[in-house]
């Protein structure tokens, strides 16, 4: 059977007063090349143009923003001047803030083109709050050409979906520790010991983003109050948020006190690149979108990161498939490699009541 796979991206245009247009994609991965090499040639012979052709588009969109991109640095070779160091981090910004919803649009055309190719193809329904696992099991079954259909939202809204039968899987997150059993208070009405179980993904740790060395000299949630920091947050409703109010009561800290905490981004990735971006001194989240950015990261609570699912759909062909992905070597080493994550006792099976108590 034939399927077909789609990708939607986010990419950044140039337009001139006269309607002009020039992405600056084709640029990116050179300016990226140039900044690891220290040199235009070996940036264009990575990417495979000739130095000409490579002088010539970096040539192109200096001039039409207006400033030199690259400069030559004493026993440095070409470095990348504060404009192409911008250039690299919009890029990267439009990619990671509108990761999600891109590619919850493709998966959503994907989806019904392969229902019209194939009539009825019975896939894969994950609803989950986002996470690097998550998309890392994606990934794996989309290499097996297991068909998916992935929403990330909030992880009470997840669970909701699966009680009104919407998905086969849902993710959600809980914390290690005194947190546990208010978070779970949250998803116990929806979940049935008799009808669901609970499959175990990784354990994570989440944490504050910084920027790099720490200019703020931040120690901690008690710093979020101070008057010279300022913070992006998640959204309402999302697992990390709750998890965030609860940690910052537990501190003494009041919400209303902290500058910032009213701006919202929907993900991990989109909260990293705002602090990389210098739009925020702060964010909180998961360690590997930190990574991802070069950002500091101080572990404030670990959790388990669960999927609930129907017992009786634990026998189908399509939850055995991604069953087998999750007890695999490959996946686990995949997982291992993020940071802060443990896949440890990864597909292992519980009982409602023995994961929410943790």
């Known amino acids: 059977m034939h399927m077909v796979d789609i990708a939607c991206r986010a990419e950044l245009i140039l337009r001139d007063a006269d ?11 050179l300016l990226q090349l140039v900044a690891q090499t220290g040199s235009i040639a070996n940036a264009a012979a990575a ?53 999600a919803p891109l590619q919850a649009v493709a998966n959503d055309v994907a989806a019904e083109l392969n229902r019209r190719l194939a ?16 998309a890392t099991l994606v990934r794996a079954l989309g290499e097996r050409r297991v068909p998916v259909d992935i929403k990330y939202r909030e992880s009470a809204e997840a ?34 010991a008799n009808k669901h179980q ?13 920027a790099k060395g ?27 948020r709750m998890l965030l109010d609860l940690a910052l009561r537990g501190v ?35 360690q590997p979108a930190a990574q991802h950015f070069g950002l500091d990261f101080i572990p404030i609570i670990d959790e388990d990161y669960f999927f609930a699912c129907e017992r009786a759909r634990l026998d189908e062909a399509r939850l055995s498939t991604v069953l087998g ?17 443990d896949p440890e006792r990864c597909g292992t099976l519980l009982d409602i009541d023995e994961g929410l108590r943790g």
């Not at 009104?164 to 208070?185: K, N, V, W, Y």
């Not at 609970?198 to 910084?210: K, N, P, S, V, Y």
């Not at 992905?325 to 080493?333: G, H, I, T, Y």
Request: net charge positive; hydrophobic share 40%.
């Open 198 to 210: 609970l499959i175990r993904l990784t354990r994570r740790t989440q944490g504050l983003f910084l």
């Open 325 to 341: 992905v999750l007890r695999s070597e490959a996946f686990n080493r995949s997982v291992a490699h993020l940071e802060g994550y």
């Open 47 to 99: 990417r495979g143009l000739s130095y000409r052709h490579a002088w010539g588009l970096l040539r192109e969109i200096e001039a039409r923003l207006g400033g030199a991109l690259i400069t030559k640095s004493r026993g440095r070779g070409s470095v990348l001047s504060e404009l192409g160091e911008s250039v690299l981090r919009a890029q990267r910004m439009c990619g990671d803030r509108l990761e």
């Open 252 to 286: 003494g800290v009041d919400p209303d006190q902290i500058n910032g905490y009213a701006s919202t981004e929907l993900t991990h990735s989109a909260i990293a690149a705002f602090v990389a971006s210098g739009m925020a001194d702060l964010g909180f989240g998961v």
């Open 214 to 240: 720490n200019p703020k000299g931040v120690a901690g949630l008690r710093d979020l109050a101070r008057d010279d920091v300022r913070f992006v947050n998640r959204q309402p409703g999302s697992g990390t």
């Open 119 to 134: 009539g009825e193809v019975s896939e894969v329904r994950i609803h989950a709050s986002h996470g690097y696992a998550v």
């Open 159 to 192: 669970v909701r979906a699966l009680a009104r039968s919407e998905c086969e899987l849902a993710g959600f997150h809980l914390p290690i520790g005194e947190f546990r059993s208010t978070c779970a208070e949250i998803y116990r009405p929806y979940l049935d």
């Open 19 to 29: 309607g002009r247009e020039t992405s600056l994609s084709a640029v990116v991965p």
